[in-house]
């Protein structure tokens, strides 16, 4: 017997939350959708650290959220009992793995993005996020760093691995927009100093990348019309799959422990 | 009342004594005190209140710390302890003892290096070998078996070795 998801109250802080935590949590999962399938053992171990970070990083945001809230809901709850439409993340993160080149591409867009959010957001007037802005930077230093020899070594390997990766920023570019837009909600969030402007970090963030794909003999699609829904709950197909996977447990037993 | 605030010192005391000696279960040699993950112990109403730090966001062994925590007080009399985790200042490896660092060294993992290099986009980390002591050693994956550490080997023994990265 499935259980029923729950209702929340979004003022604009809790759903300034959730969808940083929703990133988190989604783009984890993905990660640890290759525990035990990864191309060698380290890369096995270090997916699913950096699955482990942001898992630890949704978990911080998600008790936030349901604190703020107040209405009985836990870190627990935001995750397993909403559905697909009340899920706020990037489109970017639910990007299925594909191959490994598409993974490591998806994990470099979003890690130098990460990165320059959390350093930014440790100014933040919100003493909470502002300390999970702390934690969170410590960790996305070394996925930067990670993906970041990761595009290099694909974009300048071999031949097939120099497609791949092209392929995958190709395919995942129109995705990148989505990270630097602002809602109504946010503005007000960011004219009060508990949030910032993420079109700020974009010149920064466009360097990063191009520096990296540049050097991996790759190129960057030219700046087009993106994607965007994720942010209001306009999924792609590949969310529903991931989430019923996730919540399956807690669907079907509800409020199991062990 | 001076008797009174003597007695709560003391007792404070014992309670960091008991805490302090709490280990990680992923790196039993080191207690949370050498790890600085142990903040604070204090005393309100006769109940010990522990604040801890947890090192990696998603490190799995803070539950277990927490429940250590409080088993390791009820042990000693401390009735209804309670353990609050907080966030800031973000915890850092340069809050590791000198003691928790030579225990490390001993048990075959190499130390954090206070001169950080965490920023570098590309690691030019110099990580001496807890077995040999070589200098001439090369990492493997940033990402070792747990959250906390990097997978290094010695080109001069040959041994792979985990490194506690900085953070």
């Known amino acids: 017997m499935a259980v029923a998801s729950i209702s929340i109250s979004e003022t604009p802080l809790v759903l300034y939350t959730l969808r940083r935590a929703d990133d988190a949590l989604i783009l984890g999962h993905r990660l640890s959708e290759w525990c035990g399938h990864a191309p060698m053992l380290e890369e096995d171990m270090a997916l699913a650290n950096m699955g482990l970070d942001l898992l630890g990083q949704a978990r911080e945001l998600y008790s936030y959220a349901a604190r703020v809230e107040g209405n009985g809901n836990d870190e627990d709850k935001l995750a397993y009992l909403r559905d697909v439409r009340q899920y706020r993340n990037l489109l970017l993160v639910e990007q299925p793995n594909r191959d490994f080149a598409h993974t490591m591409v998806r994990q470099f867009f979003y890690a130098v993005f990460a990165d320059l959010y959390w350093r930014a957001m440790m100014r933040s007037k919100d003493a909470t996020l502002a300390a999970i802005a702390a934690k969170s930077e410590k960790e996305s230093a070394y996925h930067v760093r990670h993906a970041s020899e990761w595009i290099l070594r694909l974009g300048d390997g071999t031949e097939e691995s120099h497609v791949r990766a092209q392929d995958a920023i190709d395919g995942l570019w129109a995705f990148t927009g989505e990270m630097f837009d602002v809602d109504d909600g946010e503005r007000a969030l960011i004219d009060s100093a508990v949030a910032i402007d993420p079109a700020g970090l974009r010149p920064q963030w466009l360097k990063t990348v191009s520096a990296i794909v540049n050097e991996a003999t790759l190129v960057l699609p030219k700046d087009g019309w993106m994607q965007q829904g994720g942010r209001s709950g306009r999924h792609s197909e590949h969310l529903g799959h991931l989430l019923s996977e996730l919540q399956s447990m807690q669907r079907t037993f509800p409020g199991a422990t062990w | ?167």
């Open chain 2, 1 to 167: 009342m001076v008797t009174a605030t003597f007695d709560e010192t003391k007792l404070r005391q014992r309670a960091w004594d008991v805490v302090a000696e709490v280990v990680d279960p992923e790196i039993p040699v080191l207690t949370i005190a050498d790890l600085g993950v142990l903040r604070d112990v204090a005393l309100s109403d006769g109940r010990v209140e522990v604040t801890i730090t947890p090192t990696y966001s998603g490190c799995p062994a803070m539950n277990m710390i927490t429940l250590e925590i409080e088993l390791a007080l009820e042990r000693e009399g401390f009735r209804n302890s309670r353990v609050r985790t907080v966030l800031s200042p973000a915890w850092t490896t340069d809050w590791m003892s000198e003691d928790g660092r030579r225990k490390l060294r001993e048990y075959g993992i190499a130390p954090p290096q206070r001169a950080r290099s965490r920023r570098a986009l590309f690691g030019v980390e110099q990580v001496a070998c807890p077995q040999c002591g070589s200098a001439n050693t090369e990492v493997l994956s940033e990402f070792g078996s747990t959250s906390c550490k990097a997978l290094w080997r010695c080109k001069a023994c040959r041994e792979p070795f985990d490194y506690f990265k900085c953070h």
